[in-house]
């Protein structure tokens, strides 16, 4: 939602000013689809040139999350810690019982209370392994939590690909559009015999291309790419979180200490409160029972 009011904002402020300042946007609305096609179809291009098909699947997948927002809410990382509570618990109650948990974790009964969550492949992936080393006696709290912030890593290299793809793009679009001026430029100079007003109108156009390259770059891609990292940074916390939980475990924290280490090491603004998760592991209990 924001993401579109931002969108209203940009228009209604630049093409606004101009015609309150007495500006006409008849030339650049003549002019904009053709150097649109200069500097859409250049940037598009390099785009392409610089990726993989699966980058440019991922990039174009991504653009949505400028829309769309954080995808794990405060709630969900209640749930996750419940769900950890839940494995860690029987984990040490009875080992065995585990194991058909975090072998086929699509139909485990635990991980079934938790649907947004067992639709991550990445959270369950890590759960499921880490508990499964432990499970082999890989359980050296500082080995394992290497090859976790190690993982966690190369998934954030991955889901930050496409902000700087996107940022690349933006990057380079006010040069583009000094080259669709220079072409309409180009074009100006092959009609020097032309009146005044036909040069002044080409070169008016040619100036559209200048103006279309910086507005688009900083007015609409850049803050794209902005948004897409803040977005990624914004759910790399649910992992971490994963990742504290796991590591306390293997520390041998009693069970309700390792869920509040995870709590604790949580952003504040996403963090359930102590006395939420209280009542939601009571639950949990309860439940069990």
């Known amino acids: 939602m924001l993401g579109i009011v931002g969108i209203i904002i940009i228009f209604v402020m630049v093409f606004g000013g101009f015609v309150a300042g007495g500006g ?47 995808k794990w809410k405060p709630a969900d990382y209640r749930d996750l810690l419940c769900l950890l509570f839940e494995l860690i ?3 040490r109650q009875n080992p065995v019982a585990i194991e058909e948990h975090i072998e086929a974790p699509e139909n485990s009964s635990i991980f079934g209370k938790y649907p947004k969550i067992m639709k991550d492949h990445a959270a369950v992936e890590m759960i499921c392994d880490t508990m499964r080393s432990a499970s082999m006696n890989y359980d050296d709290p500082h080995q394992v939590e290497e090859v976790l912030e190690k993982q966690l890593e190369a998934n954030y290299h991955h889901a930050i690909h496409s902000s700087h793809a996107i940022q690349s793009v933006a990057d380079a679009m006010p040069a583009l559009g000094i080259v669709a001026a220079v072409l309409g430029v180009i074009k100006t100079m092959g009609s020097i015999d032309q009146p005044p007003e036909i040069l002044g109108e080409m070169i008016g156009s040619a100036l559209v291309g200048t103006f279309l390259g910086v507005f688009i770059a900083y007015g609409f891609v850049a803050p794209f790419a902005t948004r897409i990292k803040s977005v990624v940074d914004e759910d790399a916390h649910f992992y971490k979180l994963i990742r504290e939980v796991l590591v306390a475990n293997l520390h041998n924290h009693a069970t309700n200490i390792c869920i509040e280490v995870g709590r604790q090491n ?24």
Request: proline content about 5%; cysteine-free.
């Open 24 to 70: 006409n946007l008849t030339p650049v609305i003549e002019a904009t689809p053709f150097e649109m096609i200069v500097i859409g179809g250049a940037a598009v291009g390099s785009f392409v040139l610089a990726n993989d098909m699966g980058a440019i699947k991922h990039t174009v997948k991504d653009m949505g999350l400028v829309f769309k927002g954080v």
């Open 89 to 91: 618990r029987l984990a």
């Open 266 to 289: 949580t952003p504040h603004h996403i963090r359930p409160s102590f006395s939420e998760l209280e009542e939601a592991l009571k639950a949990v209990k309860s439940e069990a029972a």
